[in-house]
């Protein structure tokens, strides 16, 4: 690794010194970096290339997940671009360094949205929340963001500026290399900006929970919301003390009575999401687990008896994210999911332990590396974020 004086020489060449900033807490990297235009992230690029750096994007560092240090860190923050939003088009291409609330609420008085809804920090970016495939609830009905993003602008390993996609919805040509940088966590190029496929703002919403004595009875309320014929904007299962059921429809009171004739009286009703619940960091540990539709049950009766555990689902889709205490857990979890033909992730752990990010191999591990040695053929980006050699 370049010593702090030499690279800070190195950094000057390129930006001024207000854009540079020393070692911050949070953030694995000698320097964080603030530059204001693309041409100063090519230049960024080409510079570690040519002294062998190492580089990690980032928006504000809310999301930012490694035991790795790297040289520098490359915030988008200060990116001087606007959003452009087509209303009657309904799509927006949005700077990566925008703040994920900031930009939703300009959506808002447009009466549209992105439909995504993870978890987010005040200060937590576009760039961040695509780079991470983060998702919440909304994931039932409308999938990840690789179902909403048409187009992306990227830096790339050569420090040239690439697009790939197009600002439409309907677009059927050449290769769709948008996703490969979804859930990337900027091992593969900087994100300078995001188009995205909007949906309307429903003008009311119904949020119904309902509390349930066992895991059976919690899944088929779960099954049985999913099928109703309204608007289901998301059905979640929670268990801390006990199995719970949170349907989210987007619709007005007159759903309420299709919803109580259909699955329960006993609903507790609300007019505001329960996104909230998206992650539940009670424990230490935090995963996310994605297992085949007909095994989550299985999986579910096999963790469920856990001490201090917190779990939350969407069954639907057949993922978990799981947060506990005690690392002999995520070992039993582990052996859990893996026979269940599912995949996991460690998303959090203690500093003082570093089991790695996928404890059970994910498909297709190895077409990620080749892409990874195509797209970074100098190995600036992130090395190491994803797994050895990713």
């Known amino acids: 690794m370049t010593s702090p004086e030499k690279l800070e020489n190195v950094l000057l060449s390129v930006l001024n010194s207000e854009e540079i900033q020393s070692a911050t ?32 994007p980032m928006g504000s560092g809310s999301r930012i997940n490694s035991a790795g240090e790297f040289d520098i860190a490359i915030s988008t923050s200060k990116l001087n671009e606007q959003m452009e939003h087509s209303p009657a088009d309904m799509v927006a291409t949005i700077p990566t360094g925008t703040a994920f609330d900031a930009a939703q609420s300009a959506l808002r008085k ?39 993003i048409l187009a992306t602008t990227i830096v790339n390993g050569d420090g040239k ?23 990337a966590r900027g091992s593969l190029g900087i994100l300078l900006d995001v188009t995205f496929r909007l949906h ?102 096999s963790v469920s008896y856990f001490d201090s555990l917190s779990l939350w689902s969407l069954p639907n889709v057949g993922v978990c994210r799981l947060s506990f205490e ?18 996991m992730e460690v998303e959090q752990q203690p500093a003082n332990f570093h089991f790695p990010r996928w404890l059970i191999t994910p498909p297709g591990l190895e077409w990620m590396r080749r892409i990874k040695s195509v797209l970074d053929p100098h190995e600036i980006f992130a090395p190491g974020i994803l797994g050895e050699d990713l």
């Not at 500026?161 to 859930?183: E, R, T």
């Not at 690392?327 to 039993?332: C, N």
């Not at 979890?333 to 995949?343: H, K, L, N, Q, R």
Request: contains cysteine; neutral net charge.
């Open 200 to 301: 309307p703002l429903p003008e009311q919403i119904q949020v119904g929970t309902i509390r349930c004595d066992s895991l059976d009875e919690a899944l088929l309320a779960a099954s049985t919301c999913s099928r109703l014929p309204l608007n289901v904007e998301s059905v979640e299962l929670t268990k801390s003390s006990d199995w719970e059921v949170t349907v989210t429809i987007a619709g007005n009171s007159e759903t309420i009575k299709i919803v109580e004739e259909s699955v329960a009286e006993n609903v507790s009703w609300s007019g505001e999401s329960g996104k909230s619940t998206a992650k539940q960091k009670v424990g230490i540990y935090y995963i996310n687990a994605s297992l085949p539709r007909s095994q989550l049950k299985l999986f579910l009766k």
């Open 161 to 183: 500026i690439v697009k790939a996609g197009a600002k439409v919805v309907k677009n059927v040509s050449g290769y769709d290399l948008n996703k490969l940088y979804i859930g």
């Open 326 to 343: 005690d690392a002999v857990q995520l070992t039993r979890i582990s052996a859990s999911v893996e026979s269940s033909g599912g995949f």
């Open 110 to 148: 447009h009466h549209q949205r992105i439909a995504l809804d993870p978890p987010v920090k005040d200060s937590s970016t576009i760039g961040g929340i695509v780079s991470t495939n983060d998702w919440g609830p909304l994931r039932h009905r409308y999938g990840t963001a690789k179902n909403s």
């Open 25 to 56: 807490s949070g953030i694995p990297a000698q320097f964080t970096v603030y530059p204001e235009s693309s041409k100063q992230m090519c230049e960024l690029v080409k510079l570690a290339v040519a002294d062998g750096l190492t580089l990690i």
